[in-house]
């Protein structure tokens, strides 16, 4: 079975799960940080310039819950660049 041009499948962190791929290319083009440990069942990946460190607001933070159901949540709410990776696990998401 096929599947569309708007997803692919990826492996390792993500175990074999179709994901889109705008989270893909968009990881590419950006430094990222991953943090698959913090919090069971749950994926952060933290998109910046390169350069930005940690403790600086200019971080889009995505919260990949596994579920099920997968949920895939915004700091904030949304995917601007005005977070700190430091502080990913108080964020609010949605």
């Known amino acids: 079975m096929g599947h569309g041009s708007d997803s692919i499948r990826i492996r390792g962190i993500f175990k074999g799960r179709i994901m889109p791929r705008v989270i893909v290319e968009d990881m590419i083009e ?6 698959t440990t913090s919090t069971v069942n749950v994926i952060y990946i933290g998109e910046a310039d390169p350069g930005v460190s940690d403790d600086q607001p200019f971080w889009r933070i995505q919260k990949i819950d596994l579920g099920p159901p997968i ?22 998401y949605s």
């Open 30 to 35: 950006r430094a990222s940080r991953v943090d």
């Open 71 to 92: 949920q895939m949540l915004w700091a904030g709410g949304t995917d601007q660049y005005d977070k700190r990776w430091d502080q990913r696990l108080s964020l609010v």
